[in-house]
């Protein structure tokens, strides 16, 4: 079973919080995209005032993709003041840690584990949780601070509870973010 809370070393990382993810210009905002631009927010506050780093990771997809280098999708969304020491790291599959700076920057911090939140749930979230592991880190995931969109089969509520009871099962540990910002 996991520690009660992260580490004090462990970073928050921020998933694919890009102006496509929020703005319904090309696709629908994520599931409850206010609620969970409030909660990156607070999470971020609560980050740099307990002195942790924060570091953004920003999908770059294909040409012509709402989130493509360039395309107005594609930067992290402005709302999350992002401070300009705070570090973005591309992707352009699932898993974060595709990137290895993002495991040389997470190593530098003295970081054995890390803090999750972000987009999609079910795509970039869930493999990030697997490359974290996948680079023996302690991951914690901010069970209400995650999101996706409906898929054809299910709703984004049960997609993100499911991911959530299967995060748990893998060795994650949950915390809300009143959890961690008010605990």
Do not use: Y
Not at 3 to 25: C, H, N, Y
Not at 85 to 109: C, H, I, R, Y
Not at 124 to 132: D, L, N, Q, S, Y
């Amino acid at each position: 079973m996991p520690d009660a809370a992260p580490s004090a070393a462990a970073p928050l990382i921020v998933i694919d919080l890009q102006t496509g993810m929020f703005d319904g210009r090309f696709d629908p905002p994520i599931h409850d995209a206010d609620t969970i631009a409030e909660r990156a927010r607070r999470l971020i506050d609560w980050a740099r005032r307990s002195g942790r780093k924060v570091a953004f990771i920003r999908h770059d997809g294909p040409e012509g993709d709402p989130l493509a280098p360039g395309a107005s999708g594609w930067p992290v969304w402005p709302l999350l003041d992002q401070a300009a020491d705070e570090p973005t790291f591309g992707k352009s599959v699932g898993n974060a840690f595709s990137n290895p700076e993002l495991a040389e920057w997470v190593a530098g911090q003295g970081a054995k584990d890390v803090v999750l939140i972000g987009a999609q749930t079910d795509f970039c979230v869930a493999a990030t949780v697997k490359g974290a592991f996948a680079e023996g880190l302690g991951v914690t995931v901010v069970s209400d601070a995650h999101s996706t969109l409906d898929s054809d089969e299910e709703k984004a509520p049960d997609i993100i509870a499911r991911h959530n009871e299967a995060f748990e099962e893998q060795g994650v540990r949950m915390m809300t973010t009143a959890e961690l910002t008010e605990g």
